[in-house]
C-alpha cells in the first residue's frame, strides 16, 4: 500500500532563510507525489507534482521538489522564506491508478519568524 | 472562476443527532471527494463520486455516513448518529479528468464539533 511520511511536524525558519520539508514515500507503484499547503481557514492548494518526468519539479511560489528513488524521498524546498509562506504542508502519494485517491502524509507546520 | 462552495462552515451537534454538509463543485469538473481532516492528521478519503456514480467508498463508515451526488453535481454527505469521534473538517474536493490527475480543487472545508 502507497504511504508517506513527514519527518517533521513542525519546522521553523527566520524570513529570508532556506525552507525543507521532509517527506519519504512508500510506493509499489511507480509513483505520483504532491505537496499540498494549506492557509488557516483556507482551502488546501496544489503547490507541485511529480508524475515520472523530470525529478525535479517546480512549483508556486519558489517551492521546488526533488524525487530521489533510490532514497524513496520527495522532499520539499525553498531558497529563502517569506512570511506569507507560514501554513500546514501536505506531502502526498496517489494510491495506484485510482490517481484522484490522495493518501496524505501527517503534516508539517511551516512557522516563519520574522 | 468560482472555487468549491460548501456549506455550512461550522457545525456543532450533540452526539447522536445528525447533520449534513453540502457542496458544489467547480464546474465542469466530473469528480467529487469528500475527505474528513482529524485535528493534527492529513486528509483521508470518504467517498469519490464520477459524475453520479461511486468510485471508492471503501473508507465510509456505512452504518452511519451516507452520501449522494444527484444529478453529477452538487453533493451532500449526511452523519446519522453522529458520533464524539466524528468531530473534524469534512473537506469537498473536485478535479476535472474522469480518473483524475491528483491536482484536486478544495473547498474550504466544514467543520464540525459533536459534544
Known amino acids: 500500500a502507497q504511504s508517506v511520511t513527514q519527518l517533521d511536524s513542525h519546522v521553523s525558519v527566520s524570513e529570508g532563510t532556506p525552507v525543507l520539508l521532509r517527506c519519504n514515500y512508500s510506493s509499489s507503484y511507480s509513483p505520483s507525489l504532491f505537496w499540498y499547503v494549506q492557509h488557516p481557514n483556507k482551502g488546501l492548494q496544489l503547490l507541485l507534482k511529480?508524475?515520472?518526468?523530470?525529478?525535479l519539479v517546480k512549483g508556486i511560489n519558489g517551492f521546488e521538489a526533488e524525487f530521489k528513488k533510490s532514497e524513496t524521498s520527495f522532499h520539499l524546498t525553498k531558497p529563502s522564506a517569506h512570511m506569507s509562506d507560514a501554513a500546514e504542508y501536505f506531502c502526498v502519494v496517489t494510491e495506484g491508478s485510482n490517481t484522484g485517491k490522495l493518501i496524505f502524509g501527517q503534516g508539517t507546520t511551516l512557522q516563519v519568524k520574522p | 472562476e468560482a472555487g468549491v462552495a460548501q456549506s455550512p462552515r461550522y457545525k456543532i451537534i450533540e452526539k447522536r443527532q445528525s447533520v449534513a454538509f453540502w457542496c458544489n463543485p467547480i464546474s465542469g469538473h466530473a469528480t467529487l471527494y469528500w475527505y474528513q481532516q482529524i485535528l493534527g492528521q492529513g486528509p483521508k478519503l470518504l467517498i469519490q463520486f464520477q459524475n453520479n456514480g461511486v468510485v471508492d467508498d471503501s473508507q465510509l463508515p456505512k452504518d452511519r455516513f451516507s452520501a449522494e451526488r444527484l444529478k453529477g453535481v452538487d453533493s451532500t454527505l449526511k452523519i446519522q448518529p453522529a458520533k464524539l469521534e466524528d468531530s473534524a473538517v469534512y473537506l469537498c474536493a473536485s478535479s476535472q479528468g474522469t480518473i483524475g490527475t491528483g491536482e484536486l480543487f478544495f473547498g474550504e472545508g466544514s467543520r464540525l464539533t459533536v459534544l
Open positions: 511529480y508524475t515520472s518526468a523530470a525529478t
